[in-house]
């Protein structure tokens, strides 16, 4: 199957995927930080504020890390010793979507099926312990935005799911590690599982707003990226750049404190800021929006008369 062409080297207010994994940038000591976490770790605990960027990091990096990884080990014509889970699914009955999610997971990542024949019945603990020793390695369980398992599952009492998760977090000998990422505003959340693991806030990482360096590179490297692809993969062929002055101008405005989002349902730029960190999401708006006027104008270059004309 032929890739579809790429029209834009930035995703707007989308969070990154694996796919756009080539295009992600400013983040990598973040990643490293938390990819080291998760190996080392039963449990790690990732939190930071609404649109931080945690799930790109995970999936976009983390899960494209261990991706890599995995491609390296088996064209080394070695068995890989990790597998990496992304869920986010948290309606309904979570056991069965998870379930779901690592044996689609494995086949994907490793081209075998090591769930499908286990009984409907299995615990989670022991399904890790079964696919882990089938596989011969560990996985690493990423349980993210779960802020919404306690949004469709509020009862004060622990669930099932929480239950046998708890089991499986305790569980010194599993093949298998946890991160739990959630926005810090429902971090106290995670009381209800105190009682079930005694170690619960023992490892946690915060992920903070891009710092003024690590914007620059979420601004230039895409760019750069998007120039290195083949034409035919470009929906725009040709060599793009970026005006110097336009990227402070970016970095400038998308302060935290200076754009205020959600008042009277529209976006207001703040009179002043001292912050010195980046607000992504806002970031990411401008230059998605940026990329597609230039295109309309027929311009491969991002101007800063451009966007002080949006």
Not at 132 to 156: A, W
Not at 273 to 280: G, K, L, P, Q
Request: glycine content about 6%; hydrophobic content about 40%.
């Amino acid at each position: 199957m032929t890739p579809s062409k790429v029209e834009s080297p930035f995703v707007g207010l989308v969070p990154y995927t694996e796919d756009d994994a080539q295009f992600f940038f400013g983040r990598e000591r973040d990643q490293q930080r938390i990819l080291a976490n998760l190996f080392a770790s039963r449990l790690t605990i990732l939190y930071g504020a609404s649109g931080v960027g945690k799930s790109s990091v995970l999936r976009a990096g983390i899960v494209q890390e261990v991706r890599q990884r995995i491609a390296r080990a088996r064209a080394a014509g070695e068995p890989p010793e990790i597998a990496v889970v992304y869920f986010n699914d948290w309606k309904s009955d979570v056991l069965h979507r998870l379930r779901a999610a690592i044996g689609n997971a494995l086949v994907s990542l490793l081209g075998k099926d090591y769930v499908s024949d286990l009984p409907p019945s299995v615990s989670l603990e022991d399904l890790l312990v079964a696919t882990g020793t089938r596989m011969g390695g560990d996985l690493l369980l990423i349980l993210d935005q779960f802020e919404e398992y306690f949004l469709y599952h509020p009862g004060p009492a622990p669930d099932e799911f929480a239950l046998q998760f708890a089991r499986a977090a305790n569980h010194t000998g599993i093949p298998a590690n946890f991160l739990i990422s959630l926005r810090d505003d429902a971090v106290s959340r995670l009381d209800r599982f105190k009682p079930l693991i005694p170690n619960l806030f023992s490892n946690y990482l915060r992920l903070h707003h891009l710092s003024g360096d690590d914007a620059r590179d979420t601004i230039l490297k895409p760019v750069q990226a998007y120039n290195a692809l083949p034409e035919e993969r470009k929906s725009t062929p040709g060599t793009f750049t970026v005006e110097p002055e336009l990227v402070a101008m970016v970095i400038d405005q998308a302060h935290t404190g200076r754009v205020l989002l959600g008042q009277v349902g529209k976006g207001k730029v703040a009179s002043t800021s001292t912050a010195t960190a980046v607000e992504t999401p806002y970031l990411q708006l401008v230059m998605t929006r940026l990329w597609k006027e230039e295109l309309r104008l027929t311009s491969h270059t991002l101007r800063c008369a451009t966007l002080r004309e949006l």
